[in-house]
C-alpha cells in the first residue's frame, strides 16, 4: 500500500513497524531540515518543545545551532529560525541542528517508530522518492503531511503529490498500490507542477507565513529537487542524517 495521511492524528501507530515513512512539512521544517543538510550540517535533531531544544544544545559536546519557531518566529534566545535561508554553508557547515517547530517535528515525533523515516519536501521530492523505491513492494509506504496546527495542509499534500510523482515516473508500473488519497495526491500536484510558487501561497500555510512578513520562504521552498538530498532518520529516533 502507498498511502497519504493527510494529518500525523490519523495515523494507526500498529501500521508504523511495518511501513516506511516520509514526513512533509514543505513550510518550512521539512524544507529547512533538507537545507541545512544539504550545506553542511552534520545532523538535525529534532525535538517537540523548545525546551528539550535548548537543554539537549546547552550540554552538546560539539558546535550545535539551536534553531526553531513558533507561530512562525523565531524562538527567543536560538541561534536560528525556521527559514531555510538562514540556514548557510557558513551557519550551519560542521554543526549539528536542534530543530523544534510548531508542526514538523511533532509530526516526526508521531512517527519515529516506523521501520524506516525519511523527511520529504518538494526540494528532495525526487531523491526521496529513489530511496523508497527499493522497499515499495516489501513494506507500506506512508507519506505524512504535517499540516497546520491539526488540520489538513495543501502544501504538504501537494509535497506527498510530488514524491508520489517521482515514485510513478521512476518504475513506470500502472499497478502500483496507490490508494485513492495518494492518487488525488499525486493529480494535485501534477496539475500544479509548473505552478508552484503562486500555488503554496493559496493555503493557510502559505498565508500565515506572508502575515508574518516570510513570503520570501515560499519561493525557497517551491524550488521542486533543487537539493537532492536524502534526509533518514536513525532507526527509531529523530535524529535526522543525510544518506551518503
Known amino acids: 500500500m502507498i ?4 494529518t500525523p492524528t490519523k495515523l494507526d501507530p500498529f501500521a508504523l513497524p511495518r511501513a516506511q515513512v516520509v514526513v512533509i512539512d514543505v513550510l518550512r521544517a521539512s524544507s529547512t531540515i533538507v537545507t541545512a543538510l544539504a550545506n553542511g550540517a552534520t545532523q538535525v535533531q529534532l525535538f517537540a518543545e523548545p525546551e528539550e531544544a535548548a537543554a539537549c544544545g546547552s550540554k552538546a559536546s560539539g558546535p550545535v545551532r539551536t534553531a526553531g ?3 512562525c518566529v523565531k524562538i527567543p534566545g536560538f541561534d536560528l529560525g525556521n527559514s531555510p535561508g538562514e540556514f548557510e554553508p557558513h551557519t550551519v557547515g560542521g554543526a549539528g ?3 523544534c517547530t510548531t508542526n514538523g ?36 509506504t506512508l507519506l505524512i503531511p504535517a499540516g497546520t496546527d491539526g488540520r ?6 501537494l509535497g ?35 505552478h508552484l510558487r503562486p500555488a503554496l501561497r493559496l493555503g493557510i500555510g502559505g498565508i500565515n507565513l506572508i502575515e508574518n512578513g516570510f513570503e ?20 527509531g529516533t529523530l535524529s535526522i542524517f543525510r544518506e551518503a
Open 216 to 235: 520570501d520562504d515560499i519561493d525557497r521552498c517551491a524550488e521542486l529537487d533543487s537539493k537532492p538530498v536524502v534526509a533518514r532518520a536513525a532507526e
Open 160 to 194: 506527498a503529490g510530488a514524491i508520489l510523482w517521482h515514485i510513478l515516473g521512476g518504475t513506470l508500473r500502472p499497478n502500483l498500490p496507490f490508494t485513492d488519497t495518494a492518487w488525488m495526491a499525486y493529480h494535485a500536484f501534477s496539475a500544479v507542477r509548473n
Open 69 to 71: 519557531e513558533r507561530k
Open 3 to 6: 498511502d497519504v495521511v493527510l
Open 105 to 140: 517535528t511533532r509530526a516526526a515525533a508521531a512517527a519515529k517508530s516506523a521501520r524506516q523515516m525519511y523527511i520529504g519536501s518538494l526540494l528532495n521530492a525526487g531523491a526521496t522518492a529513489k530511496a523508497l523505491l527499493p522497499r515499495i513492494d516489501e513494506l507500506d
Open 152 to 157: 489538513e495542509s495543501l502544501e504538504d499534500f
Open 97 to 99: 541542528v536542534f530543530l
